[in-house]
């Protein structure tokens, strides 16, 4: 089992317990993944969605980067 199942795994084992919490499922500090959140709330406000791409011009970060993160809210169960 490759390394990004495993942690696949570990936090689907962690949702079911109920652990998981934004900062273990975007494997960073709290302070990230709350500005994505924050980001992607006030551009689905102007469009009622938020692309990626928007994402990333309101963060100034690359689409690959949202797009990770992205992934990552959305294992979590916070944005889908």
Not at 53 to 66: C, E
Request: glycine share 8%; hydrophobic share 40%; proline share 4%.
């Amino acid at each position: 089992m490759s390394a990004r199942n495993r942690k696949g795994a570990a936090n689907a084992q962690r949702r079911a317990a109920g652990k998981v919490g934004p900062p273990d499922v975007a494997g960073v500090g709290t302070v990230r993944w709350e500005h994505y959140i924050e980001a992607i709330d006030e551009v689905s406000r102007r469009k009622s969605y938020a692309k990626v791409r928007d994402v990333s011009r309101a963060l100034g970060v690359r689409l690959p980067t949202v797009s990770e993160m992205f992934s990552k809210l959305s294992e979590a169960g916070l944005v889908n």
